[in-house]
Structures are given as structure tokens and as C-alpha cells.
């Protein structure tokens, strides 16, 4: 099982990025997806997940700036992130399941979002 994040970048407060997380080994379609997040000096924080049947979730401060999305004919989430602030520098995680927590869930290696003017 493999999972390789991308689109993590330095961006102004305010601003946009879309991450990618491409997936191999694995029945995508079969499976939730998740991304989580890491902030300089904190834990671990979810951020969102997609089910697969296309079912969203996102925690109420996620909702509005962040969407997730898949693309079962290229096993690739996304994550689309707008009205960036400071406090959303962290490195970002794709994970497969619903959490990324449970024994059997895999993970990316990350990929780095600097918030900062």
C-alpha cells in the first residue's frame, strides 16, 4: 500500500491550495479516506474524510474552508483548501479509513503547508 501527498506549498494568509494524495495497492473505491493534520509543536488534529460512497465529513471548524473530494478512475483524494490562516501550517496526512487511528489504516509521508506573509 502506498499513499504520496502533494500540492503542499508557502501561501499568504487568505490564500488557496489543493492537495493531492495518490494511492496504489489497495481497492480505493472500497475505501474511506482521510486527511489529517499535524501543526508545529501539537498533535494530531483530523481534518476531514470521504467514505466511499461519497459521504463528506468534516468537524465544524474544518467546514466552509475545506473540501474533500476522490477520483476513483485515478485512486487520488483531494483536498481543497480556501481562506488559509496561520494556524493551518501544519504537514498534512492522507490516510486510508476514517480516521487513520484503527491498526490497519495506512499513511502518507505528508506534505508540508506553510501558512505566512
Known amino acids: 500500500v502506498q499513499l504520496t501527498e502533494s500540492g503542499g506549498d508557502l501561501v499568504q494568509p487568505g490564500g488557496s491550495l489543493r492537495l493531492s494524495c495518490a494511492t496504489f495497492?489497495?481497492?480505493?473505491?472500497?475505501?474511506?479516506m482521510t486527511w489529517v493534520r499535524q501543526a508545529p509543536g501539537k498533535g494530531l488534529e483530523w481534518v476531514c474524510g470521504?467514505?466511499?460512497?461519497?459521504?463528506?465529513s468534516y468537524p465544524d471548524s474544518m467546514k466552509g474552508r475545506f473540501t474533500i473530494s476522490r477520483d476513483n478512475l485515478n485512486d487520488t483524494v483531494y483536498l481543497q483548501m480556501n481562506n488559509l490562516n496561520a494556524e493551518d501550517t501544519a504537514v498534512y496526512y492522507c490516510?486510508?479509513?476514517?480516521?487513520?487511528?484503527?491498526?490497519?489504516?495506512?499513511w502518507g509521508q505528508g506534505t508540508q503547508v506553510t501558512v505566512s506573509s
Open positions: 490516510s486510508t479509513g476514517r480516521t487513520g487511528l484503527a491498526p490497519e489504516d495506512h
Open positions: 470521504i467514505w466511499s460512497d461519497g459521504t463528506t
Open positions: 495497492g489497495f481497492t480505493f473505491s472500497n475505501s474511506a
